[in-house]
C-alpha cells in the first residue's frame, strides 16, 4: 500500500490529496476514492474564535500517523492512503486536516478513511490553542482538550 503523509505550514490544496489517490501504478485497482477534510469552525461554547495554533512534535508526529495508517491498513482493504495537516496559525474556514482514501470498493474507503480520521483525533500528537476573539483584540488563549467524544469514536474500531 502507497502512502503519504505530510504536515505543513502553508494552505492545502486538496488538488494535492486527488491527484496522489488517482494517480495510476500499474498494481492498484481503486475503484473508490474518498476524501474527508475537516475545516476550521469559527465559534465553540465559549464564543467567536480568531484563529487556532496547532503544534506537534515532527518525528514523533509522522510516526504516529504511519501507525495509524497501518491500523486502517489491516482492518480494510485499501491500495493508497494521504493525510495532510496543518500546523501554525490557522483562520476560520481554513482545512486543518484531509485524509484520503483510494481502494477497490467505497466500503473499505469510507470505513478506512473514518478509521483514520477518529485515530488522528485521539491518538496524533497534535496541541491546539484556539485565540479567542474580544473587544480589546488581544483575545483570551485556550488550550483545547480530547472531548470524550473523540475517545468513544476511537473505540469502535478496538
Keep these: 500500500m502507497k ?3 505530510i504536515i505543513q505550514q502553508e494552505k492545502i490544496d486538496m488538488a494535492q490529496a ?4 488517482q494517480a495510476q501504478t500499474g498494481d492498484d485497482n481503486n475503484g473508490a476514492l474518498v476524501v474527508f477534510s475537516g475545516v476550521m469552525r469559527g465559534r465553540n461554547e465559549h464564543g467567536a474564535i480568531k484563529k487556532i495554533t496547532m503544534e506537534h ?9 504511519a501507525e495509524i ?9 485499501i491500495n493508497k492512503t494521504i493525510v495532510l495537516h496543518r500546523v501554525g496559525d490557522i ?14 470498493h467505497r466500503y473499505d474507503a469510507f470505513r478506512a478513511a473514518e478509521m483514520v480520521m477518529d485515530y488522528l483525533k485521539s491518538d496524533a500528537p497534535f496541541w491546539k490553542k484556539e485565540i479567542m476573539v474580544d473587544d480589546n ?12 467524544t473523540d475517545q468513544v469514536a476511537r473505540k469502535k474500531w478496538q
Excluded at 512534535?57 to 500517523?65: A, F, L, Q, R
Excluded at 495508517?69 to 482493504?77: G, M, R, T, V, Y
Excluded at 483562520?91 to 477497490?104: C, F, K, N, Y
Design 3 to 5: 502512502q503519504k503523509i
Design 18 to 21: 486527488y491527484e496522489f489517490l
Design 57 to 65: 512534535y515532527d518525528k514523533m508526529t509522522e510516526t504516529t500517523i
Design 69 to 77: 495508517i497501518a491500523a486502517a491498513q489491516e482492518k480494510f482493504l
Design 91 to 104: 483562520l476560520p474556514h481554513d482545512t486543518i486536516v484531509v485524509v484520503g482514501v483510494a481502494a477497490t
Design 137 to 148: 483584540n488581544d483575545g483570551d488563549e485556550l488550550w483545547v482538550a480530547q472531548k470524550p
